[in-house]
């Protein structure tokens, strides 16, 4: 790994992998690839961004011309491919974006990636990587006494998001099985921890909290989900790309499932500690009209990331959502920044007003 290109480097696991990378490889250039969606921050990296290892570069992945460029211009060895449309709720609301960043950019990804690699031999003999980032809402939603996800399940997809990111870890095994591409692929559970786009669930309470606002709960909120702390997963895929087998796939997950409600209420409870506004912050739970399709319970298998690698989160939930509630708390500058975008308020009514 000595020149790494990774998509979607201004998001939120992205920004997270690259402070990463830069804190534990020395020596390492590291392109950020990223279009600076709604969803993309340049400044989730300003702590970095005078370091001679790290350059960023405006570019968009369906632009296949600019990423065979880029690919070159850099001597790209290994890419490690975040970019995406991440957001359920978007997708349910306007699916045609997923497709077309999902499934037709990771194609193009993988194409170029392809002739630049295999089809032409001018970059030297040296080890080359494509790994994949993926979901654990490939496997699709879990009754209550079904066995958690591994490997092997069958992917089985409910929101248009879902379909999105099964379609195109199937084009990255295709080109593995196909053309021999050297591809990774990772499927992690719901990530939290800094920098995460203020839209998402953790994020959403805490602020909302914060503001005396409603909590919005959809359904009744007993949906359970895995979550990861964004370092543990970063520390995943920095060994899945050292140590993990050519075609493989792993799970990685945070080895917990509360429901949501309960994730609300922990944070509630955390902050009646560390911003008392005279009434519990619980009493601000509000239950609102539920997500279409909404899967009902995620539970990941870790065994074969952990036994093979050796891999294992190092955050209890409890302490992962303490952290996380701190970070957002010191750095309301950085929501505030995103939130005066012009698009910002526009999704928030789109998605909340008719619920
Ligand atoms: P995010 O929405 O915070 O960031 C996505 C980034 O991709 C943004 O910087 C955006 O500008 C960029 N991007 C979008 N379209 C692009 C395009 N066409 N070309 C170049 N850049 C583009 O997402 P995230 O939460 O950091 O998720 C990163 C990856 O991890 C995604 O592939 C997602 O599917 C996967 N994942 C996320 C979670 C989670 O809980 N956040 C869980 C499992 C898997
Ligand atoms: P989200 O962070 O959107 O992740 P995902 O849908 O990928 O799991 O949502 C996590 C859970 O929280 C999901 O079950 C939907 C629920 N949720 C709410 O109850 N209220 C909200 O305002 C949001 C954004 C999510």
Redesign the pocket.
Known sequence: MNNVLV??????????FIRHLLSVETEIRVVN?????????AD?LKDVQNDSRYLFVQ?????ADFVSATLRKYEIDTVV???????VDRSILGPR?FV???VM?TFTLLHEAKKFWLDESSLPQITKRFH??????VFGSLAPHEPAWTEETPYAPNSP?AAS?AS?DHLVRAYQHTYHLPITI???????GP???PE?LIPVIILNALEGKPLPVYGDGQQIRDW?H?QD?CEAIRLVLQKGKIGETYNVGGVNQPANLTIIETICEMLDEARPSGAPHKNLITFVKDRLGHDRRYDIDTTKISTELGWQPRHTLTEGLFDTVQWYLANLEWVQTIRQRQDYQGWIDANYKAR
């Open positions: 998509t979607g480097g201004a998001g939120f696991i992205g920004s997270n690839f990223d279009a600076l969606t709604y969803a993309g921050n989730n570019g968009n992945i369906c632009d491919h975040f970019a995406a449309e991440s957001h974006q077309e960043t999902n950019g994949h980032v993926s979901t654990d809402e998001y990111k195109s990772t499927n992690c559970s719901n990530n939290y920098y995460q786009f998402k990861l964004v997963h």
